[in-house]
Every structure is written in structure tokens, then in C-alpha cells.
């Protein structure tokens, strides 16, 4: 299936959800001072979506969990294509386009 239509963060995110991922929470915790939990991270970027795996802030980045971010980001993105959307893979994001038709 193709999508011509352009991605919207909210269809992403709610594409992503569906496919029992978990989205990560952002909370402020005052001015400049925030902490997330794990998840996909979805946003409106030009013509494009941004989709970006955080990890836990309270965890510190390892090579472990830096290889466990790229296992995610590889999930959404076959969810993602699955679903009939383009996306360009580039290592720490992905960008979602519109599908081509006749793909």
C-alpha cells in the first residue's frame, strides 16, 4: 500500500502506538531542565516527519543502549514503510515521507 499524502506527527505517532510502541513522555522540570522516558519521538519538520528513539534520561549512554535505539529506529521504520510511507534512515532519525504511487 502507498500514501501519497503527506505525513502528519500525529498520524505517525499514532501509526507507531498501534503498533504497541511505547512514546516517550516529556516532563519539564523547570526552566531549561527536562527528563523523558523511552520511547519514540515523533515531529513536524518542513514537508517531513521526524521519528527519533530517546532513551531513558535518567539512564547513561552506552554502547548498549545506543545499539538498542538503532534496534527501534529499524522497527518504526518497517512499521512505518509497512504502511505504505517512505523513509530515509539516518542512523539516529528517521524522516517520513509521502509514499510514491506505484511502489
Not at 527536562?34 to 521526524?50: C, L
Not at 554502547?63 to 530515509?88: N, P
Request: aromatic fraction near 6%; proline fraction near 5%.
Amino acid at each position: 500500500m502507498t500514501t501519497p499524502k503527506p505525513p502528519t506527527p500525529q498520524g505517525i505517532s499514532a501509526l507507531l502506538k498501534r503498533a504497541g510502541f511505547e512514546r516517550a513522555v516529556e516532563t519539564r522540570k523547570g526552566r531549561n531542565v527536562s527528563e523523558n522516558t523511552a520511547g519514540f519521538h515523533v515531529k513536524a519538520r518542513m514537508d517531513t516527519v521526524t521519528v527519533n528513539y530517546w532513551s531513558d534520561s535518567a539512564e547513561m549512554p552506552t554502547t548498549k543502549t545506543i545499539a538498542a535505539g538503532r534496534e527501534m529506529l529499524a522497527c518504526y521504520a518497517a512499521d512505518i514503510r509497512a504502511a505504505g510511507w517512505s523513509v530515509e534512515d539516518r542512523k539516529h532519525m528517521l524522516i517520513v515521507t509521502a509514499g510514491k504511487a506505484g511502489q
